[in-house]
């Protein structure tokens, strides 16, 4: 069993900065490879970004590619998300993600372990 706890979110004015953590425990960090998802109110749970297990791959959605950034310290067992000109339908709850491989890390009906989500808000 993996948990994992997100931390980060928060309020910020549009064009504004957030870091997102994620840190997980219960299973060998480096055996997994880790996404970040968001979800807003009536909207289905996407997928924004994913890193391999040894990090040296990443994916994007189009719509944040430029802006953010996901990045990990497997000496930390932790995975960041990196988000930079935030925008307005950027809001959403973010939720960090654990599976066995980076394809199965981009699909949420493939991913194995979910964080409890935080919020992200971004005002205009």
């Known amino acids: 069993q993996v948990q994992l706890v997100e931390s980060g979110g928060g309020l910020v004015q549009a064009g504004g900065s957030l870091r997102l953590s994620c840190t997980a425990s219960g299973r060998t960090f480096s055996s997994l490879a880790m996404g970040w998802f968001r979800q807003a109110p009536g909207k289905e749970r996407e997928f924004v970004a994913a890193?391999?297990?040894?990090?040296?791959?990443?994916n994007y959605v189009d719509s944040v590619k430029g802006r953010f950034a996901i990045s990990r310290d497997n000496a930390k067992n932790t995975v960041y998300l990196q988000m930079n000109s935030l925008k307005p339908e950027d809001t959403a709850v973010y939720y960090c993600?654990?599976?066995?491989?980076?394809?199965?890390?981009?699909?949420?009906?493939?991913?194995?372990?979910w964080g409890q989500g935080t919020q992200v808000t971004v005002s205009s």
């Open positions: 993600a654990a599976a066995g491989t980076l394809y199965s890390a981009n699909d949420p009906r493939r991913v194995d372990y």
């Open positions: 890193i391999s297990r040894s990090g040296d791959s990443t």
